[in-house]
């Protein structure tokens, strides 16, 4: 029978790690050298984020309401009101 005696012990975030620090401080460094050296193409492209933004939570977030049908035609009615 093995007994670990950190078994117990919380297991740190891999991102306050040492390795998670030098990982995110490397990104870092790497994006803001691409964005420095294609401004302009970021610049130009930040103009179709609205439209699409737009465009996909109409269509992804208008799931579960069953289309556009009009609601109202199809109530049924209140148990508890029969009226």
């Known amino acids: 029978m093995h007994h670990h005696e950190n078994q117990n012990e919380p ?3 891999f991102l306050a790690s ?3 620090l030098v990982l995110m401080g490397f ?3 790497g994006g803001f050298l691409l964005f420095t050296e294609h401004r302009a193409h970021v610049l130009g492209a930040l103009f ?3 439209p699409f933004a737009c465009l996909f939570m109409h269509m992804f977030m208008h799931g ?3 289309g556009h049908q009009d ?3 199809h109530r049924q009615p209140d148990e ?3 009226s």
């Open 11 to 13: 297991q740190g975030s």
């Open 18 to 20: 040492r390795t998670g």
């Open 27 to 29: 990104l870092a460094i």
């Open 48 to 50: 179709w984020v609205l």
């Open 64 to 66: 579960g309401h069953g």
């Open 71 to 73: 609601h109202g035609s």
């Open 80 to 82: 508890r009101n029969p």
